[in-house]
């Protein structure tokens, strides 16, 4: 078996001098991730109590609970801040629950929060980002928009209720209960219309969606908010995405199961933010596990705020299109993203290490770090960069992408279709891709490397052969 199929081929033995050199630059880029700690400020609140039951009967906090919950979250924040007390019980939301400053949302152990499914319940609109594009639509379930020090904890389970007969059929895929005449995302006055506003660059004020246009509402949305926790809780069901912090600043997410076999049911997405912690998390999704995003397209580049400081640790990852992955909707750049010491294991996981763009979106994706990932099995590559993702034949771009200074250490696969698939374009290349103590075992074929102008394989095993290069 041939376990590179390079194009063009070009390849070097490695020398001692190269290996040094690689290992100096794990070195440097793992040691900024103390500095990254130091940054995140895990928001502090008041020790006052607001309990829930002080605003309504069981009766009718069980009824309709999202009435209650706005009359504690109005006092806590104007009485400075404290932690709301959700007891134990089941209830339901009709509509939305908004976020303000210096508030811990705290669902006790038992807690069910069950929110309504119904479209109507998630109006007015509110200012969002939808795909990388922003506009107005649907409020998330869960919604903050420029606050400080706020949180949501505690044990509760918060249940979106989305499934085939609700929210799903948008997508527009017989899968998620769409039939034939059913309206969804694919209407041309829907999704198409959204980003046709971004590429003629619409004053984002007449971008406005919500009821007649399908787009699906993310799960829990904090937008320009900073010092964030969110932890202990079980998410499920989401519409869409089921975490998105968008330009957000210091975010903790720790404890956290997200559960959600819809379409594009993203666990976690870090948009446009810095300073983002993500461990000891559980996810189990429809669609990527943590997909790292910067805006898409005009949008992307105008607002121009990359996601950066990014780090990942002790996380498993069962389903999913990929377990970290970083794109597509990255026009505003990635850098300095850190993944350690995580579990990837299912049949229906596609890929430990994911990263696409094209040149229509572009953006530059750099110094991404990955070490000590136990992977089981994933359906297609263990690491994975297409640079050509969802462009049509002959379509060209004006924005190539850049990926370089990509770094994985210590992985060891199981079972996998292929090991590395590296997809570039003729310019810019992908540059600077190291992999070392890597072990792939069980891989079906050959590995595929195109426009991939340096890599660095030391130390790596590929169905027990060893594989050490340079190009």
């Known amino acids: 078996m041939k376990y590179f199929k390079i194009i063009p081929v ?54 309709n609970i999202k009435p209650f919950i706005e009359k504690a979250i109005q006092e806590c924040s104007s009485k400075g801040g404290g932690k709301i007390i959700i007891p134990a019980g089941e209830y339901f939301s009709k509509g939305p629950i908004h976020l303000k400053s210096n508030v811990n949302l705290h669902f006790e152990e038992g807690v069910i929060v069950n929110f309504s499914n ?35 904890t505690g044990n509760g389970v918060l249940n979106g209720q989305a499934d085939n007969s609700n929210w799903w059929p948008w997508k527009g895929k017989a899968e998620f209960g769409y039939e034939k005449g059913m309206p969804s995302q694919l209407d041309d006055y829907s999704r198409a219309r959204l980003l046709k506003l971004d590429e003629d660059q619409v004053n984002v004020s007449e971008r406005i969606f919500g009821d007649g246009y399908y787009l699906r509402p993310n799960f829990v949305q904090f937008y320009k908010c900073k010092n964030i926790l969110l932890s202990d809780v079980e998410i499920i069901n989401s519409p869409m995405w089921v975490i998105h912090p968008v330009l957000c600043e210091n975010v903790t997410i720790k404890n956290v199961k997200t559960i959600s076999h819809g379409p594009n049911s993203d666990g976690c997405n ?39 400081n990014i780090v990942i640790r002790n996380c498993t990852m069962k389903d999913g299109h990929g377990g970290v992955v970083i794109g597509s909707e990255v026009s505003g750049g990635c850098r300095n993203v850190y993944a350690e010491n995580c579990k990837m294991d299912s049949p229906h996981l596609d890929r430990m290490l994911r990263i696409k763009s094209n ?16 992977v089981g099995t994933v359906s297609n590559a263990v690491f994975l960069i297409e640079l050509l993702y969802e462009m049509k034949d002959g379509e060209v771009g004006e924005f190539p992408p850049t990926v370089r200074n990509i770094s994985v250490e210590r992985v060891k696969s199981n079972k996998s279709e292929y090991a590395l698939q590296l997809i570039g374009i003729d310019n810019p290349q992908i540059d600077g891709i190291f992999i070392s103590d890597c072990e792939f075992n069980n891989v079906e074929k050959d590995n595929f490397i195109q426009n991939v102008k340096s890599i660095t394989l030391n130390n790596v095993f ?10």
């Open 10 to 63: 070009f390849i070097l033995i490695i020398s001692s001098l190269g290996c040094a050199g690689k290992n100096d630059l794990q070195k440097s880029g793992w040691d900024n991730v103390e500095n990254i700690f130091s940054q995140i400020k895990v928001p502090q609140f008041s020790s006052t109590e607001f309990k829930i039951t002080n605003y309504g009967t069981i009766e009718d906090l069980r009824a």
């Open 118 to 152: 119904n479209p109507d319940d998630y109006l007015p609109v509110v200012f969002t980002r939808w795909e990388g594009v922003e506009c107005y639509n649907y409020s998330p379930l869960i919604y903050a928009y420029e606050q400080e020090n706020i949180a949501i």
């Open 270 to 308: 870090p948009e446009s933010s810095r300073n983002v912690l993500i461990e000891h998390c559980y996810f189990d999704n429809g669609d990527d596990c943590i997909a790292i995003k910067s805006g898409r397209n005009y949008d992307g580049r105008r607002i121009a705020t990359p996601s950066e």
């Open 359 to 374: 040149a229509l979106r572009g953006g530059v994706v750099e110094n991404i770090f990955i070490r000590d990932i136990e």
């Open 462 to 471: 590929i169905n027990g052969k060893q594989i050490d290069y340079i190009k």
